[in-house]
Nanobody, 129 residues
Framework: QVQLVESGGGLVQAGGSLRLSCAAS????????MGWFRQGPGKEREFVAA????????YYPDSVKGRFTISRANAKNTVYLQLNSLKPEDTAVYSC??????????????????????WGQGTQVTVSS
């Protein structure tokens, strides 16, 4: 089992940047596929980024590709999400998630909410226009 705690959210102007962190405790961090999701006001939870156990591969939806970057430091038990060129529509609660199963498991890929077993509480990101 793993516990996840996000930090780094805040209020930023459009065009600005933030760096979110997700600190993990518990089992060996490198055994987990890690993902980031967000949920805006009145919206469903949306996939933002994912990385494989080694960090060698990363995945993004078109809505954030080229602006957001996921990375991980396994020695620090931490996954990061760099948010650049932020837009008001990026306003949401950002949550990290973890799963210690293969990249395709239970009929789901890491782009899906249903793939993940462990979730953090989230950190608020607000982008003003």
């Amino acid at each position: 089992q793993v516990q996840l705690v996000e930090s780094g959210g805040g209020l930023v102007q459009a065009g600005g940047s933030l760096r979110l962190s997700c600190a993990a405790s518990g089992r060996t961090f490198s055994a987990y596929v890690m993902g980031w999701f967000r949920q805006g006001p009145g919206k469903e939870r949306e996939f933002v980024a994912a990385t494989t156990m080694s960090g060698g591969n990363t995945y993004y939806p078109d809505s954030v590709k080229g602006r957001f970057t996921i990375s991980r430091a396994n020695a620090k038990n931490t996954v990061y999400l760099q948010l650049n060129s932020l837009k008001p529509e990026d306003t949401a609660v950002y949550s990290c998630a973890a799963q210690d199963r293969p990249f395709y498991s239970g009929g789901f890929y890491p782009y899906s909410v249903d793939y993940y077993a462990y979730w953090g509480q989230g950190t608020q990101v607000t982008v003003s226009s």
